[in-house]
């Protein structure tokens, strides 16, 4: 596979609501989710500007002193997977990253009463002090929760599935993640090599070769902006491709829930980070509901013979961002 066989689909008409389109669409979709999990997107519509500020807020954050960052730590500060996380202190592929993020989910205020109970994942975000970052970023937030929207439409009707299943599956309210992640140039890996494990459990754990290491999204469907190259994608001979890079495109993929909701039919690839220069990245993880309930679409449609078993998603995010998190504080 090389990079034209991900392909570039324009959803404007899916955006439109306009019948045909929308269906011509989706079966575009349908055979990305079945083929390579991949696809890009133009016409999207988010606005230029929207997106320029996020990674304007993005920079200025991460040039931020790392002890005026960590007045932020996930792992110290937020019991509900919220907030920064510094150089190595998240895993993939079973080993510790070289990149430090911020991370953002559905807002929760801590009066709450999911927050009170102390339901997993559930909380208010860690803003920084910085003039215009949180109404810049929930701003964008707002327009990548339509797109998702709009996204999952086009893919229920490449499932011949009614056009708001998942809309509806996602009980309206999507626990969608959103991530700012800073990828230093390698020409400074040999210092980063040098920071101490914050928890014991990665001072065990082997720093990756990569900027990001292999893996698939444990999610629905993820969108990612980056102001560089360095996405790599496996294809199913287990050959790796560079994701093509296009201004103002999103590069797309399922992930691992989206497979499972399928059967299998739509399939979630493995990809990675090999950067060979420094990347702010914007990735956009749209979920279901905390408490939505996957029934695998055989079972839904009646099939006797599908032998996958519903999965709440909450508990199963839960346990995934404890993985990805071993030093984080929880509740």
């Known amino acids: 596979m090389n990079d034209t066989a991900i392909p570039v689909i324009d959803i404007g008409a899916l955006r439109r609501l306009d019948p045909a389109g929308s269906r011509r669409i989706a079966a575009q979709l349908g055979r990305a989710c079945r083929e390579t999990g991949f696809f890009c997107i133009v016409n999207h519509g988010v606005p230029e500007a929207a997106i320029d500020a996020v990674f304007e807020h993005a920079e200025t954050?991460?040039?931020?002193?790392?002890?005026?960052?960590?007045?932020l730590s996930l792992e110290r500060h937020s019991r509900c997977f919220r907030g920064y996380a510094p150089l190595l202190?998240?895993?993939?592929?079973?080993?510790?990253?070289?990149?430090?993020?911020?991370?953002?989910?559905v807002e929760f205020a801590p009066n709450h009463p999911d927050v009170v109970s102390g339901k997993p994942m559930h909380g208010p975000n860690l803003w920084p002090a910085l003039p215009g970052y949180r109404e810049a970023l929930t701003c964008y937030i707002g327009h990548m929760?339509?797109?998702?929207?709009?996204?999952?439409?086009?893919?229920?009707?490449?499932?011949?599935?009614?056009?708001?299943?998942?809309?509806?599956?996602?009980?309206?309210?999507?626990?969608?993640?959103?991530?700012?992640?800073?990828?230093?140039a390698p020409k400074d890996l040999p210092q980063i090599a040098s920071i101490p494990a914050s928890a014991e459990k990665l001072a065990q754990t082997e720093i990756g070769d990569y900027s990001c290491g292999a893996h698939t999204d444990y999610g629905c469907l993820?969108?990612?902006?980056?102001?560089?190259?360095?996405?790599?994608?496996?294809?199913?001979d287990g050959c790796w491709t560079s994701a093509p890079?296009?201004?103002?495109?999103?590069?797309c993929n399922i992930g691992d829930m989206l497979q499972y909701w399928t059967g299998g039919r739509y399939v979630a690839t493995?990809?990675?980070?090999?950067?060979?220069?420094?990347?702010?990245?914007?990735?956009?993880?749209?979920?279901?509901?905390y408490e939505t309930l996957v029934v695998p679409l055989g079972q839904v449609r009646g099939a006797s013979n599908n032998a996958s078993a519903p999965l709440q998603y909450g508990p199963y995010a839960f346990r995934k961002y404890q993985e990805i998190y071993p030093g984080a504080r929880l509740r």
Not at 89 to 104: H, I, Q, T, V, W
Not at 170 to 181: H, L
Not at 226 to 235: F, N, R, V
Request: net charge negative; with cysteine.
């Open 270 to 289: 493995r990809h990675r980070v090999n950067t060979a220069c420094e990347r702010l990245s914007l990735p956009f993880f749209f979920q279901p509901d």
């Open 89 to 105: 202190s998240e895993l993939a592929d079973g080993k510790r990253n070289p990149y430090e993020l911020m991370e953002f989910s």
């Open 245 to 251: 890079t296009l201004p103002g495109a999103y590069v």
């Open 61 to 71: 954050f991460f040039a931020l002193s790392v002890e005026e960052k960590m007045k």
């Open 145 to 184: 929760v339509g797109l998702g929207f709009d996204l999952m439409r086009g893919i229920a009707l490449s499932l011949d599935l009614q056009e708001d299943f998942f809309r509806l599956a996602f009980n309206d309210r999507p626990f969608w993640q959103f991530r700012t992640a800073h990828y230093p």
């Open 222 to 236: 993820t969108m990612l902006l980056a102001d560089s190259p360095g996405l790599e994608i496996q294809t199913r």
